[in-house]
């Protein structure tokens, strides 16, 4: 797909593909049973951070072959390091000072603009295989995106969900979206060995497609300044 001629079909799929598949607010009440409905038997998720990562998806999502795992182009949304890591996560996993600044892990903010484009890895999940990404992915909202083939270049459009966390200034306590904190390094080296593993070109548009908190600078940007 040629960005520049199919602009306008991507901009119609994006205003279109809410009216079929609905938004989930975290934790996605009724996505059972819409998916039931629909028979739907498996969700088309686009992961766009960790779960680009092979290793890291089969914590959560039973990956049993690399048939279900796609390499795809994303539009309508942009990724963004402004997802605060749980403190059980930083401590537990990374052992990571919970004052540090290096806290960020990816997030989408769906904007509905052909523009705004992301590479990620598409996974059908389960059904059944719902409540351990519920459990990894908290507060992520479910929102609908249109993708294509990362590699064929004339496949056509199709929708799946992304993980969109929006500012929610009314919860109080701890809450993940935070525009004051930078990419955590080990995070960072788990997303971009994922997408070096699929390839080259993969691992660039990763960096050039991932935004700071600052909603400005690019990951590429950041990491030739470190």
């Known amino acids: 797909m040629n960005f520049e001629s199919d602009r306008v079909k991507i ?9 079929y598949y609905p938004s989930f607010t975290y934790p996605w009440k009724g996505l059972e049973a819409w998916m039931e409905n629909s028979s739907l038997p ?7 951070g960790s779960l680009i990562s092979q290793a890291s998806a089969e914590r959560t999502i039973n990956v049993d072959s690399q048939s279900r795992r796609k390499s795809v182009r994303a539009f309508g949304a942009k990724r963004i ?4 890591m749980p403190p059980s996560l ?36 389960d059904i059944d295989r719902l409540d351990p990404l519920r459990e990894r992915e908290k507060h992520y909202s479910l929102k609908p995106i249109v993708f294509t083939d990362w590699e064929k270049t004339d496949a056509e459009l199709q929708t799946g969900y992304i993980f969109e966390l929006l ?6 306590g701890y809450y993940p979206y935070d525009d004051s904190i930078l990419p955590h390094v080990e995070y960072v080296e788990l997303c ?31 990491l030739k300044r470190r």
């Open 81 to 84: 390091f402004n997802y605060r």
């Open 42 to 48: 498996q969700l088309p998720l686009v992961g766009y």
């Open 192 to 222: 971009r060995k994922g997408a070096a593993a699929i390839s080259e070109s993969f691992l660039d548009f990763f960096d050039t497609t991932c935004i700071l908190a600052d909603k400005t600078t690019t990951l590429s940007q950041y």
């Open 90 to 125: 930083l401590q537990e996993r990374y052992h990571t000072p919970l004052s540090s600044p290096f806290v960020a892990a990816l997030n989408c903010e769906a904007s509905g603009e052909a523009e705004d484009q992301f590479n990620g890895i598409l996974t059908h999940v």
């Open 11 to 19: 901009a119609t799929a994006l205003a279109k593909c809410g009216e």
């Open 167 to 172: 500012p929610n200034p009314s919860v109080k």
